[in-house]
């Protein structure tokens, strides 16, 4: 990694958006700095994923915005923000269901690959190579998650553990700086949620930062380096877990006052 | 880095070539009508396969795609017939025809962007008509389409001095009109294969597949979904327009009733009932489609005649009640089409699993 540990990576604004009369976020400030875990907790409803929506350009904020790697990231353009370097896992799976797992993290690779309909078409030397690169690269990704073995199977008939494995490598396929994760220990068992920390801290020492967003609070607190909690859209407290766990508006959040 | 083929597929591939070099003698045995025929049955594989892309690759239901054909096609009648006087070489038509179905493609592309499915259908549907009723009506005030009475005494293929239209003499060997066209259509069908098999395995055919699969995923890892549709739009109508212009000059008459909405329909059905994304599966569907309805003509008025002595139903609406229950049976029974790609076959036979929340 070249920018230094520790620096502000992405810088979101106030960000607001309401759908009709719902105030989804209510002018929410953060920042994620490079290298680090980073929790975003809060009951159902909350705002998390209209947040990582309005992030990655599925959703344009009503106001404020986002500043990522020192530059406004550009509202309603999802496909530049990944090119940004922002990638991201969805809360209920999203693969390509009837592609196989490597054809999934290949399509991962578009956006760090050039290769036209010309190229292909003439099968160009330049294509071939870069398609051999494309395609061990996703292989590579696969040992990553340990799912190898899984290859040539659909996506749609991988078990659920391996799905959520499969949507994390083909996020990292496309070289993210920041890597988004929407409950990914959603519907896991201990084992399960186990071996997604296990994957998440080694992403993590791989020099990826991560921005996760979980119920699993014991996950949360033993994954992250730091925590935001929302509630009704607002933002309650963005500290380290410790602070967090025993802050008396995040307890009322929860448990309900 | 070729791969050397293993016999057995050396084998099948020059068994295949024989058989392809074969059969419009084999056909000319039944009558040229045969092969004629059997030319249709060619140009409607290159179509399908142009269809395939848009449908098969991208997943966007086009109803209109015969409106390609048609602008491929009128681009040849216009540019080498007496009409305007104009007869310019193939080399010169062929490219041009493609890029005006290109720029349609483009046109019809750009405003349905964000429609899907049935919205998607009805909306190329309207352009298919479209098309066709310029055509119908572009004879007044300046006559440039001729109408409903159409275009004819069209040029054919012509390389040089040689002419497709006319029996010639080829190493001795005797070939009709036709089955010289044969034999341009099925090398113009390699080569859309061949462009097939190369897109869908790129980057750009699988950020297509990933379009079909799930937009919004596919727009989350940085695909430009609105310039890859109109790439696959245009794709496929350039194979349409090629496709036309050799339908026009293998004719020599063009009118706009060739082009209605049965037409887009039908191409439809061949990529859907033949295996759709899968090439083998939608060259079969093709052939079958074009060749099924033929037999039937030939065969349902004689089999009558042996059965019951005489004929009992008019053939011409027998033949295409038997054509429909056809349909509806092979989507009955084989819902992923004739020659499903294996993946989709593994699809279809596993239930998909139950996705937890």
Redesign the interface.
């Known amino acids: 990694m070249s920018k230094a540990m520790g620096e502000v990576l992405l810088e979101a604004n106030a960000v607001a958006k309401h759908f009709g009369g719902v105030k989804a976020l209510r002018d929410v400030s953060l920042t994620i700095r490079r290298g680090e875990v980073y929790g975003l907790i809060g009951p159902n409803g909350a705002g998390k994923t209209t947040f990582f929506n309005c992030m990655?350009?599925?959703y344009v904020p009503d106001g404020g915005g986002f500043m990522f790697n020192g530059a406004p990231l550009i509202a309603d353009a999802?496909?530049?923000?990944?090119?940004r370097g922002i990638?991201?896992t969805?809360q209920?799976?999203?693969?390509?269901?009837?592609?196989?797992a490597l054809?999934n993290v290949?399509?991962?690779?578009?956006?760090r690959?050039r290769?036209?309909?010309v190229?292909?078409?003439l099968?160009t030397p330049a294509?071939?190579n870069?398609?051999a690169a494309?395609r061990q690269r996703a292989i590579d990704l696969l040992h990553y998650v340990r799912i190898e073995d899984r290859a040539e199977d659909?996506a749609?008939?991988l078990?659920?553990g391996d799905?959520r494995r499969l949507e994390i490598a083909?996020?990292l396929?496309?070289e993210p700086s920041l890597l988004c994760l929407d409950e990914p220990a959603?519907?896991m068992n201990a084992t399960e949620t186990e071996a997604l920390r296990e994957l998440i801290e080694g992403i993590r020492r791989d020099g990826t930062t991560i921005l996760l967003i979980e119920h699993d609070v014991k996950l949360v607190m033993g994954l992250c380096d730091r925590v935001a909690v929302l509630d009704y859209g607002a933002l309650v407290i963005e500290d380290v877990p410790a602070v967090v766990q025993k802050d008396q508006r995040v307890i009322e959040a929860y448990l309900g006052a | 880095m070729m791969k050397w083929l293993s016999p057995r597929s050396a084998l099948g591939i020059a068994l295949i070539t024989v058989a392809l070099v074969a059969l419009p003698f084999v056909a000319a045995m039944g009558g040229q009508a045969w092969v004629r025929i059997l030319n249709f049955a060619i140009l409607y594989a290159f179509l399908a396969l142009g269809l395939n892309i848009v449908v098969g690759l991208a997943g966007l239901l086009d109803l209109g795609y015969i409106a390609f054909y048609a602008v491929g096609a009128y681009t040849w009648a216009l540019l080498a017939s007496p009409h305007f006087g104009l007869h310019w070489p193939i080399w010169a038509i062929l490219p041009f025809g493609a890029a005006l179905a290109c720029i349609a493609g483009v046109v019809l592309g750009s405003p349905t962007l964000k429609l899907r499915g049935d919205y998607l259908a009805i909306v190329t549907l309207g352009f298919g008509e479209i098309v066709r009723i310029f055509m119908n009506n572009l004879n007044a005030p300046v006559n440039i389409t001729n109408g409903a009475q159409g275009i004819t005494l069209i040029d054919p293929v012509k390389f040089g001095d040689f002419s497709f239209s006319g029996t010639s003499q080829i190493l001795g060997i005797s070939l009709s009109g036709p089955q010289k066209y044969y034999y341009l259509l099925v090398a113009l069908a390699i080569l859309v294969i061949i462009v097939n098999v190369r897109l869908q395995n790129s980057r750009i055919g699988r950020a297509w597949q990933a379009i079909r699969e799930d937009e919004i995923a596919a727009k989350a890892i940085g695909i430009n979904t609105r310039n890859l549709k109109l790439l696959a739009f245009a794709m496929g109508a350039s194979f349409g327009g090629i496709a036309g212009g050799i339908f026009s000059a293998m004719q020599g008459f063009v009118s706009p009733e060739s082009f209605s909405l049965i037409e887009s329909v039908m191409i439809l059905a061949m990529v859907v009932l033949g295996g759709m994304g899968h090439i083998p599966g939608v060259i079969l569907g093709a052939v079958l489609l074009t060749i099924l309805p033929e037999v039937l003509r030939y065969a349902v008025g004689p089999v009558q005649t042996a059965i019951f002595g005489k004929v009992l139903v008019d053939p011409e609406s027998l033949r295409m009640l038997i054509f429909g229950l056809a349909l509806v049976l092979v989507m009955r029974f084989k819902p992923a089409g004739l020659w499903p790609s294996p993946e989709r076959k593994r699809e279809l036979a596993v239930k998909p699993q139950e996705v937890a929340p």
Do not use: D, W
Request: avoid cysteine.
């Open positions: 990655t350009g599925l999802p496909h530049q923000a990944a090119e990638a991201r969805f209920n799976i999203r693969l390509f269901g009837n592609m196989t054809e290949m399509v991962g690779r578009h956006v690959t290769a036209g309909v190229g292909a078409m099968h294509t071939r870069e398609e494309i659909l749609k008939n078990s659920y799905q083909r996020a396929a496309t959603a519907g």
